[in-house]
């Protein structure tokens, strides 16, 4: 996963903006220094020797990832942080400052720290105080702002005072939108969403999209726009005079993350949050408390809950469901399925086969984000079949399968179910819960 492959998969995917991920770590940053070049304020991509026109169109923007590990008010917390820097002079310094403070940045690319959340806020501030700093995967019960393990219950009791320079949290793939719009604290603030990924194929599973803000700035749009990290920042602290704005969020179905019900793997117990009410939070196996997932979790610290009542279901031109709260405030989200896993579907689950023909699309047909997204499904069914088009029509429509995930065991999003065939529901329809493998 190195700039080049990022870029030449980010092309493929339809990302015209990516993060770098791990300028902490002294070697990949080498790398960042050594293959990139600014664009424009806080913007990179790949520097011309390793020159692919499409590949100039992938920007790279400065972020890493820190986990902090402390103690606060006599429990322990630990914590992911995402840190976005407007230059390379910026993470130069913070990477000196955390090594004057002891921190081992060589270890790994999301390096472990003692520093609190809080004190690393106040810390990348001082330094730059255009640095911007985002909480990560904020439900997952391990390692979040509001995990059931070692989180804590507001930013407030987090970041205390610094609680105003937080702008947005970022979702994970355990979480959608509709679970932290019922947050007070992030009325408002922005709900962002990325991939979080760990091989380049990844790459968008989860994205946020920008698009220019045309109540004051004629919208020109497109890959080759000019942008710079202040108009993202701007947009995400939803300045109303920035020059861009969020569009929407691209969102897993939160059933495929980890950790969307509550249990135990290694007892064979998965509880949904009605039976977490009814049965209590202790493992009638081992007796220990579940691992607490992020649906209970949200119950818990919810001002109030959602209904479907409470949402606006609307679409874009190719009948992809984009989903409001009823008022229209917040930015909305679509749900999809990775073009390869509809493949895989398709393919009898071989992947040599899902993947020849995930490189066939995408590279004579079009970005996966156009066919998953905007292509209509007489486009898609004479380039990639019958079958293709209507598993794409299954995922715009949200009348995907699912199996939610529980204690570290991700959760299964089906396409293709004979049920799903017969009834005509717009909503997700849930399948009983499969026996689990483990
Ligand atoms: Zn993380
Ligand atoms: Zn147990």
Not at 128 to 155: A, E, M, Q, R
Not at 212 to 231: C, L, Q, V
């Amino acid at each position: 996963m190195d700039l080049f492959e990022i870029s030449r998969w980010a092309s493929k995917k339809g990302i015209n903006l990516v993060a770098t991920g791990d300028w902490t770590h002294p070697i990949w940053f080498r790398e960042i220094k050594r293959n990139l070049k600014e664009t424009a304020p806080g913007i990179f991509s790949l520097v011309e020797t390793q020159n692919l026109a499409s590949l100039q169109n992938v920007k790279f923007l400065l972020s890493t990832e820190i986990s902090s590990i402390y103690v606060q008010g006599g429990k322990q917390r630990r914590m992911h942080n995402l840190i976005f820097s407007p230059s390379l002079e910026v993470c130069e310094k913070i990477i000196q400052e955390l090594q004057r403070r002891g921190a081992n940045l060589m270890s790994d690319g999301r390096p472990i720290i003692g520093i609190s959340s809080r004190d690393l806020l106040e810390l990348v501030l001082t330094i730059d105080k255009n640095v911007f700093f985002i909480p990560c995967h904020v439900w997952t019960p391990w390692f979040s702002l509001y995990g059931s393990k070692s989180g804590f219950d507001s930013i407030e009791e987090c970041f205390g005072k610094l609680s105003k320079d937080i702008y947005a949290v970022e979702t994970g793939l355990s979480s959608d939108p509709i679970m932290n719009w019922q947050i007070k604290e992030l009325e408002s603030r922005s709900i962002v969403s990325f991939s979080d990924a760990h091989s380049s194929p990844k790459l968008g599973r989860e994205a946020t999209v920008f698009v220019p803000n045309s109540k004051f700035h004629p919208p020109t749009g497109g890959p080759n726009s000019k942008f710079s990290y202040e108009d993202l920042v701007e947009a995400i602290k939803q300045d109303p005079n920035s020059k861009l704005k969020i569009a929407y969020t691209i969102e897993f179905f939160p059933e495929e993350g980890k950790y969307h019900w509550s249990g135990h793997r290694l007892c064979d117990v998965c509880y949904s949050p009605k039976e977490v009410k009814e049965k209590g939070k202790i493992c009638p196996v081992c007796q220990r408390p579940l691992t607490i997932g992020v649906e209970n979790r949200v119950i818990d610290l919810a001002e109030e809950i959602l209904t479907k009542d409470d949402l606006f279901f609307g679409e874009n031109n190719a009948g992809a469901a984009l989903i409001y709260d009823k008022e229209k405030k917040r930015r909305p989200f679509v749900s999809l399925i990775p073009l390869f896993e509809i493949l895989l579907e398709i393919n009898n689950n071989s992947p040599t086969k899902a993947l020849l023909e995930y490189e066939r699309l995408t590279s004579d047909f079009a970005t996966e984000f156009d066919i998953l997204l905007t292509k209509t499904y007489e486009e898609i069914e004479k380039i990639g079949g019958k079958k293709l088009a209507e598993g794409i029509r299954i995922v715009r429509e949200r009348k995907v399968f699912v199996d939610p995930g529980y204690d570290g065991v991700f959760g299964k999003v089906k396409v293709f179910n004979d049920e799903s065939q017969k009834t005509g529901h717009v909503q997700q329809k849930k399948i009983e819960k499969q026996p689990s493998l483990f």
